[in-house]
T-cell receptor
Framework: DGGITQSPKYLFRKEGQNVTLSCEQNLNHDAMYWYRQDPGQGLRLIYY???????QKGDIAEGYSVSREKKESFPLTVTSAQKNPTAFYLC?????????FGEGSWLTVV | GQNIDQPTEMTATEGAIVQINCTYQ??????LFWYQQHAGEAPTFLSY??LDGLEEKGRFSSFLSRSKGYSYLLLKELQMKDSASYLCAVRDSNYQLIWGAGTKLIIKP
């Protein structure tokens, strides 16, 4: 079945450390997105990509970086510059009339 | 700027009907989505509207009025499992997704 696979489900980051969240889709979608969600809040856009080798900053891109070397893959790196990274991260793609989400990744700073 | 407004929280009784409103001001319009999100989980698709009118899907219906920049999600025969957040999103003329902050629905026995 087609879908989006995010990993890991749970991740712990130490101070000053970079961590990378994986997002893979086999839906053949061009557009992919990364969102951050804090408890009780809505989705905030970090980065999006509408085509391979191109991506755009969203509303809260500071402290994050992405790459889009393959259509299927859109990894997100949370850098040490992101001072408050503890949140739920969602990867998504859109095809036709549906937005598909991965299961999400919980990132906690320890 | 672009904006989507939804009530922050609503409470309803099991077995009743509830309507969750969504109003939007966006740069153009290319469809409106409703998603359900249980705490700690990813959102799941409920409905998509691009033309005016009502779309019915089981206990859930969604209505759109493009001239008014307005949509609602209607949930009938409420069940305890319907306790969740409901997210409204609009795709604008540049095919960008604009999300509302979500409506937390609390169902009481």
């Amino acid at each position: 079945d087609g879908g989006i696979t995010q990993s890991p489900k749970y991740l712990f980051r130490k101070e000053g450390q970079n961590v990378t969240l994986s997002c893979e889709q086999n839906l053949n979608h061009d557009a992919m997105y990364w969102y951050r969600q804090d408890p009780g809040q809505g989705l905030r856009l970090i980065y999006y990509s509408q085509i391979v080798n191109d991506f755009q900053k969203g509303d809260i891109a500071e402290g994050y970086s992405v790459s889009r070397e393959k259509k299927e893959s859109f990894p997100l790196t949370v850098t040490s510059a992101q001072k408050n990274p503890t949140a739920f991260y969602l990867c998504a793609s859109i095809g036709g009339h549906t937005i598909y989400f991965g299961e999400g990744s919980w990132l906690t700073v320890v | 700027g672009q904006n989507i407004d939804q009530p922050t929280e609503m409470t309803a009784t099991e077995g009743a009907i509830v309507q969750i409103n969504c109003t939007y001001q966006t740069s153009g319009f290319n469809g409106l989505f409703w998603y359900q999100q249980h705490a700690g989980e990813a959102p799941t698709f409920l409905s998509y509207n691009v033309l005016d009118g009502l779309e019915e899907k089981g206990r859930f219906s969604s209505f759109l009025s493009r001239s008014k920049g307005y949509s609602y999600l209607l949930l009938k025969e409420l069940q305890m499992k319907d306790s969740a957040s409901y997210l409204c999103a609009v795709r604008d003329s540049n095919y960008q997704l604009i999300w509302g902050a979500g409506t937390k629905l609390i169902i009481k026995p």
